[in-house]
């Protein structure tokens, strides 16, 4: 259609420039990424965000783009916002969300009304005032659970091991749902581990990596549990927000889910015996697993993206040792807006 | 550690004789059967309904038992209610759900309430309260959706056509969490179209089947979407209950899930023409799809029953035609509780 590739810039800037692209989540980490993606492509961007405290948005994590993006403060939750804030919009990115797993636990319902009931909220509003607009859900490999075979695909099951896992595996099939029934061109990606900048530093409850990074730079002590023998896949956020525009770039994504992945697979303790040298601080401890946590814990896990890199040409770009110094790079210098 | 062997009344009788038995949505079609056998079994059953008139509670489905039974009106999505009724049961038949697939659809919230929030509910409850009742949650085939491969087995991929199915699957979910998080010996079972007495007759929101039988009865016409041809699995009431109480019975089968299954599958247009030779009026019309059907239409579906055949040594043992039988005596009889 535009003669480029499809996995340039030019071939994505000539899809978005001057479209309207609604971020929900959109102040939060991989939200405010997209934006400055979406921006950089001649977007006309809309992010909503309900900025509540315990959650990852941060309105310093647009400051750099902030005249060029359009902020309406409003909850997922609430439909008649949704209703109004669908309308007139090309593209949305579903990026809102509860991410704490140990939180799902703990406050159950409340991850459902972000992660179920929120959804069915914005397909509503889709469906009754946009019904063309695409959509991309922000799905996770919490949704598969325990891994039965290495790496794990698409055609998984998914058995979460916690109710944040399982509110996002039906937040996903409504997606599916509606598109199916209704005919909204709706796509779904499952993200693995995500880390860069603009990520919640404030405590530990979105991901142990972001948290090894704050506690190595501020040169104290890493605790992992067990051996830190278990591996993972980690994706910089930068090819995580690229693959999220490709997806709704192309129309054959319509109906379909894509996993994410890296590179190759690292062991909790390489990564974190990694992140302490780049940071040129902190230590490392080996101590037992708590319970809350054992129950929940899902042994080695990562992806494969064979699909999205069929489909789409995307694959990572950044490794990890690169990335990792960006991010450690990035929060040095932008420390007092995240501690 | 009774003697006697695991698939006949006299163990089930010694498992359930005293015991305490709570069954939510126990005045439905498949919780007041569930009722019955357990009364027979001498158990002491609670029934919670919410008696909401569009669903299928119906106080003539216990009247025969009335005098052997406590009924307590209630609704499950509320967790005063809930937090009491659990305690002091041994046995939690979770049978409380909307399961019209078309209503899903039209008010898809109410469905998530009811069949995902109460779960968390009843959960929540156990979890406080009486965190070592056995229970089993009421699953159905349309967590599947469209069949991959025939019989489809509880490996199969869980991808629902409707919100109902996604509502099914979460509210699956979380009883499989509570169980390997907190304990809680939940299990699971997935049911296909079960028929029989004591069925909701009103309207035919809940099962084609049902409907078939009271248009046959009435001596009215039977429509068939297309051809007919669609190929079904039906299981006869007393089959699905005898499944439950052997479920509960077995410790095995704590973080289980189970299909059931039957003999054979049919064709929508083969049990439609015995229906009207068993009820000896009626008659059969082929129509085209309504849209909104067709949209959520699954094609040949029929399970597979091996798990359960194997752990419990459960089959199904009334066939179509005595099932049918009995079926249309019933409600030939009771016509003016139903219709």
Redesign the interface.
């Known amino acids: 259609m535009t003669g480029y590739p499809k996995d340039t810039e030019e071939y994505l800037r000539q899809i978005y420039r001057g479209r309207p692209c609604l971020i929900t989540g959109g102040l939060g980490f991989i939200g405010s990424n997209l934006a400055h993606i979406l921006v950089k492509l001649g977007a006309k961007v809309t992010i909503v965000d309900s900025l509540i405290p315990a959650y990852g948005g941060n309105l310093f994590n647009i400051s750099d783009i902030r005249d060029k993006v359009h902020i309406n403060i409003a909850d997922v939750r609430d439909p008649h916002s949704m209703n109004v804030l669908v309308q007139g919009m090309d593209f949305i990115f579903n990026m809102a969300g509860q991410v704490s797993h140990i939180d799902s636990?703990i406050d159950?319902?409340t991850d459902?009304d972000i992660n179920?009931?929120s959804q069915?909220?914005i397909l509503?509003a889709l469906r009754h005032h946009n019904p063309t607009a695409r959509i991309v859900f922000a799905g996770t490999r919490g949704q598969y659970g325990r891994a039965r075979y290495l790496p794990v695909d698409e055609?998984h099951?998914?058995?979460?091991?916690?109710?944040n896992g399982?509110?996002k595996?039906?937040g996903e099939?409504?997606h599916?749902?509606y598109q199916?029934?209704y005919g909204i061109p709706a796509c779904s990606i499952r993200m693995t581990n995500t880390y860069g900048p603009r990520h919640l530093m404030k405590n530990s409850r979105q991901g142990f990596l972001a948290w090894f990074v704050r506690l190595a730079i501020d040169g104290e002590e890493i605790s992992i549990y067990g051996d830190g023998s278990q591996k993972r896949d980690f994706v910089y956020v930068d090819d995580v927000v690229r693959a999220l525009v490709m997806l709704l770039a192309d129309e054959n994504t319509v109906g379909q889910v894509y996993n994410l992945g890296s590179m190759e697979p690292v062991s909790v303790r390489q990564i974190a015996e990694m992140v302490i040298e780049i940071a040129g601080s902190g230590s490392l401890r080996l101590i037992a697993w708590p319970e809350d946590k054992k129950?929940?814990e899902i042994g080695d896990y990562y992806s494969s993206y064979e699909k999205i890199k069929r489909d789409l040409a995307w694959k990572p770009t950044i490794d990890l040792r690169e990335g990792l110094e960006r991010t450690v790079s990035y929060y040095k210098e932008h420390k007092e807006h995240y501690w």
């Open positions: 636990m159950p319902t459902l179920c009931r069915l909220t509503e055609d099951l998914t058995i979460p091991t916690d109710v399982i509110n595996v039906a099939l409504y599916l749902v199916s029934v129950a929940i």
